[in-house]
């Protein structure tokens, strides 16, 4: 194996300003990051080319042939979070003490140099197994568009498994949470505030349900993987001026779910439990299913097999937060989430990542792809998007 050094390529990724507009018309920063991604990987032998999800801002998607058709995908993303009140330079990629500091370094780009490592590596010599296809996608800080259209894109072709990168501090994570999000309400008599009498005060109706919801968590067994489904308030809007009462009060709510929970059964279920205390609740503004990949599944085996060979434990775990990796499960495709980087640095004010880190990361993918072999073949899967299988119902990332 050559020598793999991250620091280039991800100063290169993290000097290309890549902030979500968040349903705005972009500044074509996703695109840039792709366009760099398909020419850097195509002067290292790997064929790449872009395809355009929204005006302006493109995915980016490499092959590396492997001797049979069947494929393993590996997909992260070209976009970030905004940089307002960072306390490092957000675009520098500045280097100190082992670490890469700058807004995405650990989300995602770390994880993105480290595939693109790992393909450059495997398209040299001879070729692997399985076909890899390396996808850069737009928008998962938002409304996960980016990861949609690759789905559709991928439709029919054969897959292994997939290896979602986001920083799990190389530790495979086989599952985390989904979500439901929705706005509850309740509704009074607006009126004057110095003749309180005449109105029935919105706010003060919410108390009662904002109370119920701090000491009345969902009822699912906990996961052995995830702990118990939560349930939060995240924002409260009442009232129209310091001298009106509040006709109406909304407070929006987030649901993290299990694996076996159906978001619109959760959605069923709380508007039915708020009820009896006088509040309703409009339909979800954000759905997504939770993951709970099989750990047994020829991917994930494959990739504890290459971490053991690289002398690291083998150990697997659940993230609280969402990812692209349910929307790509949800087509049938086992898909585990793996990268270098902490989860505490992501999305940080002085957001970093270790480059040794990185570049294990970019190694025990090579592994992984390489230690598979034909066995692996019984876990084929073809991808499919169906209606009932992606919701489109999404105003921001899971996150």
């Known amino acids: 194996?050559?020598?793999?050094?991250?620091?280039?390529?991800?100063?290169?990724?993290?000097?290309?300003?890549?902030?979500?507009?968040?349903?705005?018309?972009?500044?074509?920063?996703?695109?840039?990051?792709?366009?760099?991604?398909?020419?850097?990987?195509?002067?290292?032998?790997?064929?790449?080319?872009?395809?355009?999800?929204?005006?302006?801002?493109?995915?980016?998607?490499?092959?590396?042939?492997?001797?049979?058709?069947?494929?393993?995908?590996?997909?992260?993303?070209?976009?970030?979070?905004?940089?307002?009140?960072?306390?490092?330079?957000?675009?520098?990629?500045?280097?100190?003490?082992?670490?890469l500091y700058g807004r995405g370094a650990c989300d995602a780009k770390g994880p993105l140099a480290a595939f693109m490592l790992a393909a450059a590596e495997l398209a040299r010599g001879e070729p692997p197994l399985h076909t890899l296809v390396l996808a850069g996608v737009c928008d998962e800080e938002h409304a996960y568009r980016g990861v949609l259209r690759l789905l559709e894109r991928l439709r029919g072709r054969r897959f292994v498994g997939a290896i979602v990168g986001e920083p799990t501090g190389l530790v495979p994570a086989v599952a985390h949470k989904g979500v439901v999000r929705y706005t509850v309400r309740t509704t009074g008599r607006a009126g004057h505030s110095s003749r309180p009498e005449e109105a029935v005060n919105a706010i003060s109706l919410m108390a009662p349900v904002l109370a119920h919801l701090a000491v009345t968590p969902p009822a699912v067994a906990p996961h052995p993987l995830l702990g118990p489904a939560t349930r939060v308030v995240t924002r409260i809007r009442g009232g129209t001026g310091p001298n009106t009462i509040a006709g109406t009060c909304e407070a929006d709510v987030d649901r993290r779910t299990l694996p076996g929970e159906e978001p619109d059964l959760v959605w069923r279920q709380d508007r039915d439990e708020l009820a009896l205390l006088g509040a309703e609740l409009d339909p979800p503004f954000l759905v997504d299913h939770a993951l709970d990949t099989p750990a047994d599944s020829a991917l994930v085996t494959a990739l504890r097999r290459a971490l053991v060979a690289l002398g690291r434990p083998d150990d697997i775990a659940g993230m609280p937060f969402g990812t692209d990796a349910s929307k790509i499960a949800r087509t049938g495709v086992p898909t585990v989430v793996f990268g270098p980087g902490a989860l505490r640095d992501a999305h940080a004010a002085d957001e970093s990542v270790e480059l040794a880190e990185v570049e294990s990361a970019a190694r025990t993918v090579i592994a992984t792809v390489r230690g598979m072999d034909a066995a692996d073949a019984t876990d084929l899967t073809d991808v499919t998007v169906a209606a009932d299988a992606i919701d489109g119902r999404q105003e921001s990332s899971c996150g």
């Open 1 to 99: 194996m050559t020598e793999l050094d991250p620091a280039p390529l991800l100063t290169d990724l993290v000097r290309l300003p890549s902030v979500n507009p968040r349903g705005g018309p972009g500044d074509g920063g996703e695109t840039a990051v792709a366009e760099y991604v398909r020419d850097w990987l195509e002067r290292h032998g790997v064929r790449a080319e872009l395809d355009e999800v929204l005006p302006g801002r493109c995915n980016v998607v490499a092959v590396v042939p492997g001797r049979l058709e069947t494929a393993v995908l590996l997909e992260s993303h070209l976009d970030t979070v905004e940089v307002d009140g960072m306390t490092v330079p957000p675009y520098d990629g500045e280097v100190r003490g082992g670490r």
